[in-house]
């Protein structure tokens, strides 16, 4: 959004500060400028002068020397100049000896421009230069009357033939003027408009505001007999206003109109055009014209496109309709697409003599889907899409044809067709002083707050304590929409620093956020480094992992507009992302690496999607180099144990992962539930990721473990009475898992039993194929007495039974 502080101006006439002081001001107070442009920058000693006589230079044939008058006093200076459209009589722009400009061929850039200075110019003095519309730094956008190559002739306008010669010219070209860019939120849909940047620019500046006068317009017809509106889609236009001229004359919008319109980025065409996109840029209510004398029927239709429907845009290009887009049709075919461009078979052209305007409120969720879908982009779809006051078009529409006759470009017909069947009204809010105070942390009575609140043409009742919000502030809701505004009046930089208050803003780390804190505690304890991978999955990586067809984890959710291939579906698991990790460092030549990640995996319920996934939290390792798998599972006991789950977990080694090692894994199961496995990769999927070497991984469900977990640590004393130690050599088929004997153990030996430790595994040739000899150390203590040897010997007793009904025997 672009606005000249002179449009500016029009609206808040006592105006008064630099361009660096506007920015700064309007920023502060939530208009955001991005910068702006000096339009006068590097201009100096530019008068309008006169070329009183031309004589061709003597020694080059392309160059004249002109006799030009520089004041009203007669002084004349010598200028050379190789310009072919100057002719004695001409009033010209001319930069005098030692001034500067834009651009120039001369030598003697500098910071401040080029610097014009006496020389020669084949033997012959000249003492300044006569400036193109180039080197006064704009360009034929902005002036369309100047020549594209050659000096800018002022005496060939009307607007500038009487002016004074010596006058400032930059002055005369209305150059003395800064052009801002301003980044507007799509919430403030009125800001996207000149009279909308205004009222901000009154309030941050405590200036009046002073709007246009739109007075009745129209001749004593009716507008209802030239023409029909029938809105058929209304929840696609909820208003649609239609008004008609007659006897239009054609002709160039005068100079301030075009000025305007060219320093917004808009060239100027004709007044008819011209005013459409000026009413557009003040009000940000775009505007369109039809030749009515091309509309069958002199009817309006307001419906939705057909499928497949054909249509000639403006631009000449065919498109291609479809049913969910909104077109203006005449009673027999479309004519625009609705809120984007109109039709080439009812534009405005040089015989048109009567002429329909529309001002209407199209659904701007609509209009993006329809622009997006035909590949157009244009000024009016732009403020559409951000869903425009339906209690604005007739004032726009007035504001046109208002202009209309001031400009003599045609004849207003009485009335406006009017389809608007569900008035959008303005909403009351209460405001309450104190609230708005402890909000912001400030000491603001309310006189001053009213007097923000009636800048931006909120009406206040100071007795009900109510402010009504007018349907154009879109943004304003609720009371804390009025605590901003008065915080971005008051100042921000005004608002003193306080300390927030109140048991509620007590800080601290939910349960979540510390068992996850408490989990990179531990992991960067054994060596693990934190990395981040995408939460975008490539469809490849299941079939790295070998996941069979009918896998869970397969059944990902697919992204509609992806990055590409390699980001298409949102991740079920981690593993991918850290197995390239891990490949990575590993084909960077790194020795031992260990890498932990925590984050998200996406879980659908179902596919197509019905409702949102499950994300869950999972903290995956992985590792290659010195460890192996039991060092793996230490670090995901250490992790257990740290979050108080007091009870020996077991392990399942029918894990059932495709992507892990069949005999080097498992699953990690504690109280029922499983809350971890790990093991060794697969050495075909290793291969698959180019990782030479072998690599272990571990997947904690942090939930699971979240809701396991207990921090209800008690101190424990020193042991005061000795313990008692018994070592018991086993056999048992290979199947047998040491966890099942460990539980055997403490199961059956009681409360005495302080500690159960294997400390050797044993297969060979003195033992019967398909069995192990495992060694275990029990410790026994009480807490209360000594123990005897046969409180120990009975407990021993009961574990060898145990064990020995499960076919684990004492090694002999």
Same mark, same amino acid.
């Given at each position: 959004?672009?606005?000249?502080?002179?449009?500016?101006?029009?609206?808040?006439?006592?105006?008064?500060?630099?361009?660096?002081?506007?920015?700064?001001?309007?920023?502060?107070?939530?208009?955001?400028?991005?910068?702006?442009?000096?339009? %006068?920058?590097?201009?100096?000693?530019?008068?309008?002068? !006169?070329?009183?006589?031309?004589?061709?230079?003597?020694?080059?044939?392309?160059?004249?020397?002109?006799?030009?008058?520089?004041?009203?006093?007669?002084?004349?200076?010598?200028?050379?100049?190789?310009?072919?459209?100057?002719?004695?009589?001409?009033?010209?722009?001319?930069?005098?000896?030692?001034?500067?400009?834009?651009?120039?061929?001369?030598?003697?850039?500098?910071?401040?421009? *080029?610097?014009?200075?006496?020389? $020669?110019?084949?033997?012959?003095?000249?003492?300044?230069?006569?400036?193109?519309?180039? &080197?006064?730094?704009?360009?034929?956008?902005?002036?369309?009357?100047?020549?594209?190559?050659?000096?800018?002739?002022?005496?060939?306008?009307?607007?500038?033939? +009487?002016?004074?010669?010596?006058?400032?010219?930059?002055?005369?070209?209305?150059?003395?003027?800064?052009?801002?860019?301003? &980044?507007?939120?799509?919430?403030?849909?009125?800001?996207?408009?000149?009279?909308?940047?205004?009222?901000?620019?009154?309030?941050?500046?405590?200036?009046?505001?002073?709007?246009?006068?739109?007075?009745?317009?129209?001749?004593?017809?009716?507008?209802?007999?030239?023409?029909?509106?029938?809105?058929?889609?209304?929840?696609?236009?909820?208003?649609?206003?239609?008004?008609?001229?007659?006897?239009?004359?054609?002709?160039?919008?005068?100079?301030?109109?075009?000025?305007?319109?060219?320093?917004?980025?808009?060239?100027?065409?004709?007044?008819?055009?011209?005013?459409?996109?000026?009413?557009?840029?003040?009000?940000?209510? #775009?505007?369109?014209?039809?030749?009515?004398?091309?509309?069958?029927?002199?009817?309006?239709?307001?419906?939705?496109?057909?499928? +497949?429907?054909?249509?000639?845009?403006?631009?000449?290009?065919?498109?291609?309709?479809?049913?969910?887009?909104?077109?203006?049709?005449?009673?027999?075919?479309?004519?625009?697409?609705?809120?984007?461009?109109?039709?080439?078979?009812?534009?405005?052209?040089?015989?048109?003599?009567?002429?329909?305007?529309?001002?209407?409120?199209?659904?701007?969720?609509?209009?993006?889907?329809?622009?997006?879908?035909?590949?157009?982009?244009? +000024?009016?779809?732009?403020?559409? &899409?951000?869903?425009?006051?339906?209690?604005?078009?007739?004032?726009?529409?007035?504001?046109?044809?208002?202009?209309?006759?001031?400009?003599?470009?045609?004849?207003?017909?009485?009335?406006?067709?009017?389809?608007?069947?569900?008035?959008?009204?303005?909403?009351?809010?209460?405001?309450?002083?104190? $609230?708005?105070?402890?909000?912001?942390?400030?000491?603001? %009575?309310?006189?001053?707050?009213?007097?923000?609140?009636?800048?931006?043409?909120?009406?206040?009742?100071?007795? $009900?304590?109510?402010?009504?919000?007018?349907?154009?502030?879109?943004?304003?809701?609720?009371?804390?929409?009025?605590?901003?505004?008065?915080?971005?009046?008051?100042?921000?930089?005004?608002?003193?620093?306080?300390?927030?208050?109140?048991?509620?803003?007590?800080?601290?780390?939910?349960?979540?956020?510390?068992?996850?804190?408490?989990?990179?505690?531990?992991?960067?304890?054994?060596?693990?480094?934190?990395?981040?991978? *995408?939460?975008?999955?490539?469809?490849?990586?299941?079939?790295?992992?070998?996941?069979?067809?009918?896998?869970?984890?397969?059944?990902?959710?697919?992204?509609?507009?992806?990055?590409?291939?390699?980001?298409?579906?949102?991740?079920?698991?981690?593993?991918?992302?850290?197995?390239?990790?891990?490949?990575?460092?590993?084909?960077?030549?790194? =020795?031992?690496?260990?890498?932990?990640?925590?984050?998200?995996?996406?879980?659908?319920?179902?596919?197509?999607?019905?409702?949102?996934?499950?994300? =869950?939290?999972?903290?995956?390792?992985?590792?290659?180099?010195?460890?192996? *798998?039991?060092?793996?599972?230490?670090?995901?006991?250490?992790?257990?144990?740290?979050?108080?789950?007091?009870?020996?977990?077991?392990?399942? #080694? =029918?894990?059932?992962?495709?992507?892990?090692? #069949?005999?080097?894994?498992?699953?990690?199961?504690?109280?029922?539930? &499983?809350?971890?496995?790990?093991?060794?990769?697969? #050495?075909?999927?290793?291969?698959?990721?180019?990782?030479? =070497?072998?690599?272990?991984?571990?997947?904690?469900?942090?939930?699971?473990?979240?809701?396991?977990?207990?921090?209800?640590?008690?101190?424990?004393?020193?042991?005061?009475?000795?313990?008692?130690?018994?070592?018991?050599?086993?056999?048992?088929?290979?199947?047998?898992?040491?966890?099942?004997?460990?539980?055997?153990?403490?199961?059956?030996?009681?409360?005495?039993?302080?500690?159960?430790?294997?400390?050797?595994?044993?297969?060979?040739?003195?033992?019967?194929?398909?069995?192990?000899?495992?060694?275990?150390?029990?410790? *026994?203590?009480?807490?209360?007495?000594?123990?005897?040897?046969?409180?120990?010997?009975?407990?021993?007793? !009961?574990?060898?039974?145990?064990?020995?009904?499960?076919?684990?025997?004492?090694?002999?």
């Amino acid at each position: 959004m672009n606005s000249s502080i002179s449009w500016t101006k029009a609206y808040v006439p006592d105006l008064d500060c630099t361009a660096q002081e506007y920015m700064d001001a309007m920023t502060l107070s939530g208009t955001k400028v991005e910068g702006y442009t000096e339009l %006068d920058k590097n201009l100096d000693k530019i008068v309008v002068g !006169k070329i009183n006589k031309i004589e061709k230079h003597p020694d080059a044939d392309k160059l004249v020397i002109c006799q030009v008058q520089i004041d009203e006093a007669g002084t004349e200076v010598q200028i050379v100049t190789g310009a072919p459209n100057v002719k004695e009589g001409d009033k010209v722009p001319v930069v005098l000896d030692g001034g500067h400009v834009a651009s120039s061929h001369k030598d003697g850039e500098s910071e401040n421009g *080029f610097k014009i200075k006496k020389g $020669k110019l084949r033997g012959v003095d000249s003492f300044g230069m006569m400036c193109s519309i180039d &080197e006064l730094g704009s360009n034929t956008d902005m002036y369309p009357d100047a020549a594209e190559d050659g000096i800018y002739i002022l005496s060939d306008n009307p607007e500038y033939a +009487d002016a004074p010669i010596g006058a400032d010219a930059v002055e005369l070209l209305g150059l003395h003027d800064v052009v801002f860019e301003y &980044e507007v939120t799509s919430n403030r849909v009125d800001c996207f408009g000149q009279i909308g940047i205004a009222r901000e620019v009154a309030a941050t500046f405590r200036k009046d505001l002073v709007l246009p006068e739109v007075t009745e317009t129209g001749n004593g017809e009716n507008v209802n007999d030239y023409v029909s509106v029938e809105v058929q889609a209304p929840e696609l236009c909820s208003r649609y206003v239609a008004r008609v001229v007659k006897n239009i004359k054609l002709a160039p919008s005068p100079e301030w109109m075009q000025r305007r319109l060219a320093s917004v980025g808009i060239r100027p065409i004709n007044n008819i055009v011209d005013i459409t996109n000026y009413v557009m840029e003040e009000y940000a209510q #775009p505007m369109h014209a039809y030749d009515l004398d091309k509309l069958a029927d002199h009817k309006i239709i307001v419906r939705k496109a057909h499928k +497949d429907e054909p249509f000639m845009t403006l631009d000449g290009q065919e498109r291609v309709l479809d049913d969910t887009m909104l077109v203006i049709c005449d009673g027999e075919k479309p004519v625009g697409v609705a809120g984007i461009m109109g039709g080439e078979n009812s534009k405005i052209t040089d015989d048109v003599t009567t002429m329909l305007f529309e001002a209407a409120t199209f659904d701007g969720t609509n209009i993006r889907k329809s622009g997006k879908k035909l590949g157009m982009r244009t +000024d009016a779809q732009a403020k559409f &899409e951000k869903g425009l006051d339906p209690n604005n078009a007739i004032d726009a529409m007035n504001r046109a044809c208002q202009l209309i006759e001031e400009l003599g470009a045609g004849e207003v017909v009485g009335g406006a067709v009017d389809v608007y069947p569900v008035k959008k009204e303005p909403i009351t809010i209460t405001y309450n002083v104190e $609230k708005i105070n402890a909000l912001l942390g400030t000491d603001i %009575d309310e006189d001053t707050m009213v007097a923000y609140f009636k800048k931006l043409d909120l009406t206040v009742d100071r007795e $009900k304590k109510e402010v009504l919000v007018p349907t154009w502030r879109q943004d304003l809701e609720r009371l804390a929409d009025l605590a901003e505004e008065v915080a971005r009046f008051f100042g921000y930089d005004n608002i003193p620093m306080t300390l927030p208050s109140g048991s509620a803003t007590a800080g601290g780390l939910s349960e979540k956020m510390q068992h996850e804190n408490m989990a990179r505690d531990i992991v960067e304890a054994y060596g693990f480094m934190e990395g981040m991978t *995408f939460s975008f999955e490539s469809p490849k990586v299941y079939d790295k992992l070998l996941l069979p067809a009918d896998d869970v984890l397969r059944k990902s959710i697919a992204i509609m507009n992806p990055l590409g291939e390699d980001y298409s579906v949102m991740r079920t698991s981690a593993i991918g992302g850290m197995l390239t990790s891990l490949a990575t460092n590993y084909n960077r030549r790194n =020795q031992n690496v260990r890498l932990y990640e925590l984050a998200n995996v996406y879980l659908p319920k179902s596919l197509p999607l019905t409702e949102l996934p499950e994300e =869950q939290m999972q903290l995956t390792l992985g590792m290659y180099g010195e460890g192996d *798998f039991f060092t793996m599972k230490g670090v995901v006991e250490s992790l257990m144990q740290r979050m108080g789950l007091k009870k020996a977990a077991k392990y399942d #080694p =029918q894990a059932g992962k495709s992507f892990l090692h #069949p005999g080097r894994q498992a699953k990690v199961i504690y109280e029922g539930c &499983e809350v971890a496995y790990l093991g060794e990769i697969h #050495p075909e999927v290793l291969d698959n990721f180019s990782i030479g =070497q072998k690599a272990y991984i571990a997947v904690v469900n942090m939930k699971q473990l979240s809701e396991l977990a207990s921090f209800d640590v008690k101190y424990v004393g020193i042991p005061k009475f000795p313990a008692m130690t018994r070592d018991i050599s086993l056999t048992m088929k290979k199947e047998v898992l040491a966890g099942d004997i460990e539980e055997t153990i403490r199961t059956k030996g009681g409360k005495l039993i302080e500690s159960v430790t294997l400390f050797d595994i044993y297969e060979g040739a003195q033992l019967t194929q398909g069995y192990k000899s495992m060694a275990y150390k029990i410790v *026994f203590r009480a807490p209360d007495r000594t123990l005897k040897d046969e409180e120990v010997n009975k407990a021993m007793d !009961k574990i060898v039974r145990a064990l020995e009904e499960k076919e684990i025997v004492l090694r002999s």
